[in-house]
Structure formats: structure tokens, C-alpha cells
């Protein structure tokens, strides 16, 4: 996630919010400094440094949205609940749920200073450390998906049984409602997923967004995770789910070029953790068997497939005019064949 000066259209009226924090932060000092990172969710996401705070402003990005998405409120409060337990969550400073301020909801939190992994790592690192970073990594997962969500008062984010059929059922329809012509109908893959849900589920802490470039390094142990970001798809839900999820970006060194070639995060280092292993030592971790990951796995790539089909559909509407995704239909058709493969 980069940081540089705020985009054309998406500038922050930091004097309003200047105002608003003061009231907030009773000693918060001088004038903020605001720039954007250009990484992460769909949210806008600048940072504001004080004399004294370093701050980070989350709001939603402009235009009409579904009363449900972009919730600053709900990831305020989620985040919030979780901190006293899972202590990779950034502090929250404050919420402010007046949109007259600058006419969208917001969050405020602490900026926690670290390194965030990109294509790149971001830090050479022998094979050797490599890897316990990747375990780290990984525990830091497992410690989410074992957090008592009754002690924190977050099991009403959840609705109750069948979340994995709910999950295939929404992404097998966003799929059919985002199609264009040169992507795949998809409908043996969609038949498949309803056909093979598990007979049991588990049912935790999901962040469903779960990768490296969400994950904060310390700046000086690079080993260390320090906080994880972008909560916004965290819910209540299967965790098998949320590691297919997960390693539908995992792309290591053996790869064939396609996957080689979108790769976003720095699985490929020697070090890291294989798919395969990262499977084995999770589900060894939680206890889970190995007999239906090949659901999960299949799960993960198809919903890969879906938001960048997503993506590509707002692309040829001409609601996006990033040149970088006129070419994601192929990407659509090489996720769909990795899904077959493995079916």
C-alpha cells in the first residue's frame, strides 16, 4: 500500500475534519499534513499527520452506495470490540457518524508505522527468515479464527448456520450479473460448489481479506506482524473460507506464467510456505481435516474470478478507466480453468 499526494476528485476537506478531530482529541496539535494510499479496499484512505498524532481517515468512496456497503460505523465498532483480544488491530481514535462534517461518515485511528508488503516484500530477508515470517504470518490468521467472539460481543455480526451455502449462492449470482461475452458461463463450476458443500462448518472471526499486503511489519523485526488493515469484508463465518480465500492469491516460485504474471504479494521468495504446506500446517493448527479442501480451494479461485470479472464488467461500461483492467477477461478464463483442474 503506497502512499503520495491525494487523487483528482477524491480530496479530503481537511479543515472540516481538523475541527471536527480537535473536538475529538482534547491535546491533538497543528495542522495535518494529508496524503492517500493508493493500496487496499475500495475505501478512500488518507493519512494525516499532526505535530503531535499520526493519524489514519477511512470513509467510503463517493457515489451512490448500498445502504450496507462501505459500513464505517460497523468497522469502527468491529475493530474496536476486537483490539482487547486481537491486539494486530490499528487503536481507534474516533468515529464520526455526521456526514455534514464532509458529507460522508468516517474513522479515525492511530497509524501504526511498519512495513507493508507488496509485490515486493519490501526487505531482503535470508530463506530462513523468510519463512518465519510466513508462519508468523499465518499464526497471526489462526489467532484471528480462534478469538472467543462471545467475550467480545461480536457474535451478532453473524446469521447464524449456512454461511458457506450463502457465500456460493451470492458469488455464483454476482458472477451471472457481471458476465460479459469472452469470460466463461461458468455454470459447471457454479454446480459443483452447490453440489459439494461441506456437511459441517465452523463458525468464527472471518477477515476475508486476508493477505500481505494487509499485514504490518515491524520496521526494525520484519519477521514481526504488527497490525493487520482493511476490515472491511470481516464478518462472522467459516474459516476454511477465509483461508481459500487467502491463498487464492498465494502464488509461489513453481507457478505457471499466468500466475506468475498476476502475482501481488511475495509468496514467491524462498522461504515461504508452499499452498500445500500452508494448508497442512493451518488445518494441523486448528484441528481441521484435509478432506474437503479441495472445495475450499476451488471456492477461492472462483471468487477471485468474480471480482476481477466485477472489475472488468465496470471497465467495459467505461464506470472505470484504468487501462490495467482491460485485459482481466483473460485473467477471468485462466482462474476458471485453474477451478476445473482442480475439480
Not at 476537506?13 to 492517500?36: E, R, Y
Not at 467480545?152 to 458472477?175: D, M, P, S
Amino acid at each position: 500500500m503506497s502512499e503520495g499526494a491525494v487523487r483528482p476528485g477524491e480530496e479530503l476537506d481537511a479543515a472540516a475534519v481538523d475541527a471536527w478531530l480537535k473536538t475529538q482529541i482534547a491535546d491533538l496539535q497543528g495542522t495535518p499534513v494529508v496524503t492517500q494510499y493508493t493500496g487496499g479496499a475500495s475505501n478512500w484512505t488518507y493519512r494525516l499527520r499532526y505535530d503531535s498524532h499520526d493519524l489514519v481517515l477511512r470513509r467510503a468512496p463517493a457515489g451512490t452506495l448500498a445502504k450496507s456497503a462501505h459500513d464505517m460505523g460497523r468497522e469502527y465498532r468491529l475493530q474496536q470490540a476486537l483490539k482487547p483480544v486481537f491486539p494486530y488491530v490499528p487503536t481507534m481514535v474516533a468515529h464520526c457518524a455526521d456526514e455534514s462534517v464532509i458529507g460522508v461518515e468516517f474513522y479515525v485511528m492511530e497509524r501504526l508505522d511498519g512495513i507493508i508488503p507488496g509485490k515486493e516484500l519490501g526487505v531482503e530477508l535470508p530463506p530462513e527468515l523468510t519463512r518465519t515470517l510466513c508462519m508468523n504470518v499465518l499464526d497471526t490468521l489462526i489467532a484471528l479464527h480462534r478469538v472467543d467472539i462471545h467475550a467480545v460481543g461480536l457474535e451478532h455480526l453473524g446469521k447464524g448456520a449456512g454461511h458457506t451455502r450463502r457465500q456460493v449462492e451470492g458469488w455464483n449470482q454476482r458472477y451471472r450479473n457481471a458476465r460479459t461475452w469472452n469470460v466463461p458461463r461458468g455454470t459447471k463450476i457454479m454446480r459443483w460448489l452447490e453440489a459439494h458443500l461441506p456437511a459441517t462448518e465452523t463458525t468464527c472471526m472471518t477477515h476475508n481479506d486476508f493477505r500481505f499486503d494487509n499485514v504490518v511489519l515491524h520496521p526494525e523485526r520484519p519477521t514481526r506482524v504488527i497490525g493487520v488493515l482493511d476490515w472491511e469484508l470481516a464478518t462472522l463465518g467459516n474459516p476454511l473460507m477465509d483461508l481459500g480465500n487467502a491463498l487464492a492469491y498465494w502464488v509461489q516460485a513453481d507457478d505457471d506464467f499466468l500466475a506468475r504474471k498476476t502475482r501481488r504479494q511475495p509468496t514467491h521468495l524462498p522461504g515461504m510456505l508452499s499452498r500445500r504446506e500452508v494448508v497442512s500446517y493451518y488445518c494441523a493448527q486448528m484441528g481441521f481435516p484435509l478432506d474437503h479442501w479441495t472445495f475450499y480451494e476451488v471456492f477461492g479461485l472462483f471468487r477471485l474470478s468474480v471480482i476481477a470479472q466485477q472489475i472488468y464488467y465496470r471497465y467495459t461500461n467505461g464506470q472505470t478507466l484504468n487501462p490495467a483492467f482491460k485485459h482481466f477477461w483473460i485473467l477471468v478464463n485462466y482462474l476458471h480453468w485453474r477451478c476445473r483442474k482442480l475439480m
